[in-house]
């Protein structure tokens, strides 16, 4: 029997594994004992990550049908890539590069993300590449940007193990991130002084261990947290020096909690006064840090649900230092990594800000073209938005499987129906969204693929290939890749500025 070093596939977590391979098949998985991430430790999902590899269900060569009344036929890849070239050289000469999209994925390799990325914004010249990870990261992204600068989470798992307070906001850890939580137990078995503050409306699992359960009323987070600031400059909590010497704003954001007191946010939250000073005092004491996913994320408010938590960070000074910072929590094994490379609407490559001039003139420069274009792309909502309206005509999927993930499906639905052409690339035939493919190009999926994967920590792990790609599936990237040089073709461009590795 064959092993092999990889890394789960399912939440940010980013545990290591090993995989057990025979006669080319994938047959069992362990945790791998020397990972960071999990030190050996699998959660049931991690530990039947070897189910997934079986052949039922799996895409195995390039399908394409040339009419929405026709079935799909199976074809070579040169006739399914031939043939998207042309769809879409044709639709960006007639409606311009913001006609056609991608819809991309946290469950893809950074490599790939990168490939996607490029392929968009340097050869087609549309910033219309946005990712399942909007649905879930794009408030923590914004929030991290809007108060540190940079989309770059200031803490790490071990932090854990230092800190004197934690504060998890919004996230049932104990069921979506079960390996972190089994440390949080060891740091609680370790130093029994450890407080654990939960906020969330119900009384998950995660709820019923903590030392205080704010059960607040749902969307009243940004009160609570400016209440408990305003509990902790009362109590003479924050960290002036820090504050005067690596912050800007205090004074504003001072005058914006000044009428959050306990009894005002009691009010608003539904929860009692002597809690709030209680949570407000045990994080100010420290060393907190913060654990916070979809309860802050997924709202209308995220953004700013995520910056007020943030800003208990900088005004306490509970930030930089062993067991404190705010660290959210991805729901996707790469949805970090993805971020990393650019790899939404939004974002350009290596944490470079798209608004910013000299950021894509620099990124232009490294792709070896004349400029990125500088109007943001829409969004995964507005991409769908967009083809049931008709000013996108064409969508490239991969990797996900947005006819059952996306809000409001039906839209969706109407969406893939109504747009001009569908290419889904997935390793699986029998998804929602592949009903929807005009063109359907197999790919290769965990335990075939060579790559990397940047977790919650943003710690980078080297993903290994454990079997060969079955039948005549292909990487992500090469997929992607082949697409380019044959798009440029027809474009006119030059392809060596969409080539993974010059």
């Known amino acids: 029997m064959q092993e092999t070093k990889s890394t789960c596939c399912y939440c940010g977590v980013g545990c290591g594994v090993i995989i057990q391979s025979e006669a080319g098949k994938i047959v069992g998985v362990r945790g791998d004992p020397q990972h960071p991430a999990n030190f050996g430790r699998l959660c049931t999902k991690g530990s039947t990550l070897h189910l997934s590899a079986k052949a039922e269900s799996r895409a195995l060569q390039p399908e394409l049908r040339r ?10 890849w040169d006739e399914s890539l031939d043939y998207v070239a042309d769809r879409f050289a044709e639709i960006i000469r007639e409606h311009g590069p913001d006609a056609v999209a991608f819809y991309i994925s ?93 906020v969330d409306p119900r009384r998950t699992d995660t709820a019923q261990a903590a030392d205080l359960h704010l059960a607040i009323l749902p969307g009243t987070d940004v009160a609570l947290f400016n209440g408990l600031l305003h509990v902790m400059l009362w109590e003479g909590l924050l960290d002036m020096a820090y504050i005067n010497s690596h912050t800007e704003g205090f004074d504003a954001l001072k005058n914006t909690v000044r009428e959050y007191t306990p009894k005002m946010v009691a009010d608003i939250c539904g929860i009692r006064e002597a809690d709030i000073i209680t949570a407000a005092k045990w994080f100010g004491a420290g060393p907190t840090l913060s654990l916070y996913c979809q309860g802050l994320n997924q709202s209308t408010s995220g953004t700013d649900k995520n910056a007020a938590l943030i800003n208990l960070h900088l005004a306490t000074g509970q930030i930089g230092k062993p067991g404190a910072g705010p660290l959210s929590l991805p729901g996707q094994p790469n949805a970090m990594g993805g971020r990393e490379v650019g790899g939404m609407a939004n974002l350009l490559s290596a944490h470079r800000d798209l608004a910013n001039p000299q950021h894509r003139a620099e990124v ?22 967009a083809l049931r309206d008709g000013s996108i005509k064409a969508v490239w999927i991969a990797c996900t499987n947005p006819a059952q993930s996306m809000p409001d499906l039906n839209s969706v639905h109407d969406a893939l129906a109504k747009a001009a052409l569908v290419i889904v690339q997935e390793a699986f035939h029998n998804t929602d969204t592949t009903a929807f493919a005009d063109v359907l190009l197999p790919a290769t999926t965990w335990g075939e693929k060579e790559g990397t994967v940047t977790n919650s920590e943003r710690r ?43």
Not at 69 to 74: A, E, I, S
Not at 110 to 134: C, H, M, P, Q
Not at 364 to 385: N, S
């Open 67 to 76: 009419a929405r009344d026709l079935p799909r036929q199976t074809v070579s």
């Open 106 to 198: 946290g469950q893809l390799l950074t490599e790939d993300y990168y490939v996607f990325n490029k392929l968009a914004k340097g050869l087609i010249g549309t910033n219309n590449v946005d990712t399942n990870s909007r649905l879930c990261m794009s408030s923590a992204v914004s929030g991290y940007k809007a108060t540190l600068g940079a989309d770059a989470p200031p803490a790490c798992y071990e932090d854990i193990d230092h800190a004197g307070c934690l504060f998890i906001a919004g996230s049932n850890t104990a069921y979506a991130h079960p390996i972190l939580y089994r440390r949080i137990e060891d740091a609680k078995a370790k130093n029994p002084d450890l407080k654990i503050i939960v």
């Open 364 to 385: 232009a420069r490294l792709w070896g073209i004349d400029r990125v274009p500088e109007t943001p792309g829409k969004t995964a909502v507005e991409m769908f938005d």
């Open 460 to 502: 980078i792990t080297h993903v290994n290939p454990a079997v060969e790609a079955p039948g005549n599936a292909r990487h992500d990237w090469q997929i992607a890749t082949d697409f380019a040089q044959r798009l440029g073709q027809r474009l006119d461009k030059r392809t060596e500025s969409v080539k993974l590795f010059p």
